[in-house]
């Protein structure tokens, strides 16, 4: 009996092994549900419609590049951005037509 009761005590002042388990984030949005900052900026998001991802590269980069990550290895660096856009959300891109622009529902517009 003293053994069920001592670990009945210890058990209660411990606590159970284990903590809460945290969901993970979704890779999942649709209009309507909160924006997370933590996913940076999305030059182009079509906001009119549900999107589903996978990995830091967004929707239609691979994986690691654009906006989400590191540059890929072939890409040369970006210039630093054209001073007459401070705070623009314009990005740089350096395949094709290899200028300052932004996306705008999957169209590439350069500024």
Known sequence: ??????????????????GTA?????????PGNPWNPGWGNVYNWDWNQCHDWQGPAGQSYPAGAGPWGPPPAW???????????????????PTGAGNWGFWNNGIWTPV
């Open 1 to 18: 009996m003293g053994f069920v009761v001592g670990c009945g005590f210890a058990f209660f002042a411990i606590g159970p092994a284990g």
């Open 22 to 30: 945290q969901a993970a984030p979704t890779s999942h949005w649709c």
């Open 75 to 93: 890409a040369p660096p970006a210039p630093p951005p054209p001073s007459w856009a401070p705070g623009a959300q314009l990005m740089w891109n």
